[in-house]
């Protein structure tokens, strides 16, 4: 089954909820379902947002 083409400002929509879940403590399996994403998409763009940030 084909998944939709997130835009860039939905991933950045995502990730700024993802990180409000976080802060409060959220585990991430759960934080993982509520954005709706796939463990492996989620990492894939955490770790490229982090990388964004420190250059």
């Known amino acids: 089954m084909a998944q939709k083409k997130r835009k860039p400002e939905e991933i950045v929509a995502n990730l700024r909820q993802a990180d409000v879940l976080l802060s409060r403590r959220c585990p991430v399996a759960e934080v993982i379902r509520t954005i709706g994403v796939t ?13 964004t940030k420190s250059s």
Do not use: G, L, M
Request: hydrophobic share 55%; aromatic share 16%; glycine share 0%.
């Open 39 to 51: 463990a492996f998409a989620y990492d894939a763009r955490a770790s490229a947002r982090i990388s």
